[in-house]
């Protein structure tokens, strides 16, 4: 997955669809969606140091089609800051679920079997003030 941003920008925000087959594949029940903590992390491709270090992020609740299995159910969202998008350059994301259940817990990445590819691309306007 790929995610455009322009450097110095909050906008657009970052979305990553949990779909019902994520949702079976990982046994995740709507009740475990009511008690979870998300995060998100961002790290600098070429160095590898983190740019943004298990931060809070959103669980958002999108509208059920049934007849449509692969349509997403929940949105994982990350609005980014000024300070996010200071540095351009290609980064690495990742949402972490933090499941806080009464009997046990459990802690799942996502994505799982891709990256979500961050590119923070340099903007020809200057608007913040210094």
């Keep these: 997955m790929n995610f455009f941003i322009k450097k ?16 079976m594949e990982y046994n995740i029940t709507d009740e475990m969606l009511e008690n979870v903590a998300v995060t998100f992390s961002m790290i600098d491709a070429d160095s590898g140091l983190y740019r943004i270090a298990n931060v809070p992020a959103n669980i958002e609740f999108k509208k059920l089609r049934p007849q449509y299995p692969d349509d997403f159910i929940y949105e994982l969202t990350y609005m980014f800051s000024l ?5 351009e350059g ?8 933090d499941f806080i259940q009464p009997i046990s817990c459990g802690k799942l990445k996502l994505p799982t079997n891709d990256v979500i590819n961050i590119i923070i691309s340099d903007s020809i306007t200057k608007t913040t003030v210094i």
């Design 8 to 23: 110095d920008s909050t906008l657009p925000k970052l979305e990553y669809h949990l779909t019902q087959k994520i949702m």
């Design 83 to 87: 300070n996010d998008t200071k540095k």
């Design 90 to 97: 290609r980064f690495l994301g990742e949402f972490c679920l």
